[in-house]
């Protein structure tokens, strides 16, 4: 029993310097925080651009909170060490070192307590939660388009589609100013190198409200039901489209099978498109083909917000389709007082 006590008492008594050193080291870490927020407000110092923590709570929020957690739990553990009385082997004899002890503990609790509200208040900064007030956060980007796609980061819509010539699937005596038919563009092989192309033509938006940009990684068409080009397929010409140039993209169809993901190529080598938070552009995507074909295909959008490695895709719901004809096959329309008229 003799010797038990003193092993006792050196357990407690490491314990309770190891406590002392983790409060100590918490101390000096809110220092730290505090004279570099300060640093800041005064302009000494600028906000840094970028904050490898902060990546890093981005990219494992859940890790990030359970070790934070656990951290202001080590310290508040610390503390109730501290508050209970030292090990008899080196218990103070002087009263004044108990009230100096107590007042280390109060002033301790204070700078945890500090550091535990300011960690929790740069986390929702960066999380950036629904219910979090715009006085902390920044307000939410609205949407642009609501018949587009989108999620927390990136808003993805149709715009337009630009070609010099349609499809007529029905009786083109079915048709008149008012309904005219232009879902279906339709292009002639032998005309591609010098007809303007056609293009499908998205809106891309970036909801991001923090401070890294969003890259547009890949453009694909993912290729669906493959027809045959209907004989004779009838067409109207419909003029000149509007010039899409912004952001070029371009794809060709060479006969791949039905699920095939093409990639098309972005029109300025060795880069990509780039949006800062709240940024809106435009993905003109030019589709070719080297095959008669009526062919189907969607479109999706692969994006990463710049400082992660998570790349995140949006489709767009609309089922696109494009006809590639030969010459035998074009029978060309145009409207004389609102009807369409074949040419002769």
């Not at 494992?60 to 082997?89: D, E, F, K, N």
């Amino acid at each position: 029993m003799s010797q038990e006590k003193p092993v006792g008492s050196a357990v407690r008594l490491h314990v309770h310097r190891l406590a002392r050193l983790i409060v100590r080291s918490m101390l000096a870490l809110a220092s730290i925080i505090g004279a570099g927020i300060v640093s800041i407000l005064l302009g000494f110092s600028g906000i840094p651009s970028t904050v490898p923590l902060f990546a890093l709570v981005r990219q494992h929020p859940i890790v990030s909170v359970v070790i934070g957690i656990g951290l202001i739990a080590i310290t508040g553990a610390s503390l109730i060490v501290l508050r209970q009385p030292q090990p008899s082997s080196e218990r103070p004899v002087d009263p004044a070192v108990g009230r100096y002890s107590r007042r280390l503990a109060i002033a301790s609790a204070i700078s945890v307590g500090s550091v535990a509200c300011t960690v929790a208040v740069i986390s929702v900064v960066l999380i950036q939660p629904t219910w979090c007030p715009e006085v902390v956060c920044r307000p939410p980007i609205l949407l642009t388009n609501t018949e587009g796609v989108h999620d927390s980061n990136l808003e993805l819509y149709f715009t337009a589609l630009a070609s010099t010539a349609y499809e007529i699937p029905n009786d083109p005596q079915s048709y008149s100013l008012g309904n005219l038919p232009t879902s279906i563009p339709a292009v002639r092989l032998d005309e591609q190198s010098v007809a303007p192309p056609y293009r499908v033509v998205m809106g891309v938006h970036s909801l991001s409200r923090g401070p890294y940009s969003i890259s547009i990684e890949r453009v694909v068409i993912v290729v669906g039901q493959v027809l045959p080009v209907p004989h004779p397929l009838n067409v109207w010409m419909s003029g000149t489209p509007p010039s899409f140039t912004s952001q070029p993209y371009e794809v060709t169809y060479s006969g791949q099978d039905i699920g095939s993901e093409l990639l098309a190529n972005y029109g300025v080598p060795h880069s990509r498109v780039e949006l800062v938070p709240g940024e809106a552009d435009s993905l003109a995507l030019q589709i070719s083909s080297k095959a008669t074909i009526d062919f189907q295909f969607h479109v999706q959008v692969s994006y990463r917000i710049t400082n992660e490695s998570i790349i995140r895709t949006l489709a767009l719901p609309r089922t696109f389709e494009a006809v590639f004809s030969n010459a035998s096959d074009w029978h060309s329309f145009h409207l004389d007082k609102g009807r369409f008229v074949a040419d002769p």
